[in-house]
């Protein structure tokens, strides 16, 4: 069986197009996470202006103490928004690019497999168990691929669960830490 420069071109190209997809989907997500850094920005500059008015009013101690405390929970809040919002962020772009990976992967081995099945015809008489051999080691390639795959798609989904719960635990260690320093700040 000969290739063709027909069949490498065909090849370059969807090569180049799956690059011009990976790059497209990193490209994606990293201007989500400019868009959101930008927002948080402005949103940090807007704040610490009203609070500085704000501070610059206090005319009591007790004052400026319910101030600072009353500063402290949105600003929790605000950051564990802001690493879900990241999270996020990575976990889409993560999938994308699983998908167009497993696309690709895919397509591969379909390409692979028709050029193996093509070469077995061709293949001399008395090569049959050599070709076997071969059809035998892509079938246990592509199982192994699979176990895997699947494996590293159940890491990624433990991952990610453990993360949830860890905000989930910041987020009310923070509550409670704001609520104690609340009532202390009352007691003062």
Do not use: C, H, W
Not at 26 to 49: H, I, P
Not at 76 to 92: F, L, M, N, P, R
């Amino acid at each position: 069986m000969t290739i063709t420069p027909e069949q490498i071109a065909a090849a370059n190209k969807a090569n180049l197009d799956a690059l011009v997809g990976f790059a497209q989907q990193a490209f994606k997500g990293m201007e989500q996470l400019v868009e959101l850094n930008l927002a948080a920005a402005r949103s940090t500059l807007d704040e610490t202006a009203e609070k500085a008015k704000a501070a610059l009013n206090v005319k009591e101690p007790q004052e400026l103490l319910n101030l600072q405390v009353n500063l402290l929970q949105p600003a929790q809040e605000k950051a564990v928004a802001y690493g879900k919002q990241v999270a996020d962020i990575a976990a889409s772009t993560q999938a994308e690019i699983t998908k167009l990976a497993e696309a690709q992967l895919a397509q591969a081995q379909a390409q692979f497999k028709s050029l193996v099945d093509a070469a077995s015809k061709n293949a001399p008489a008395g090569s049959e168990s050599a070709v076997a051999a071969v059809q035998t080691a892509m079938a246990n390639a592509a199982a192994a691929f699979d176990s895997v795959q699947k494996a590293a798609k159940q890491a990624a989904s433990v991952a990610e669960s453990n993360f949830k719960t860890l905000t989930a635990s910041a987020e009310s260690t923070a509550k409670a830490a704001s609520e104690a320093v609340k009532k202390s700040a009352k007691r003062a």
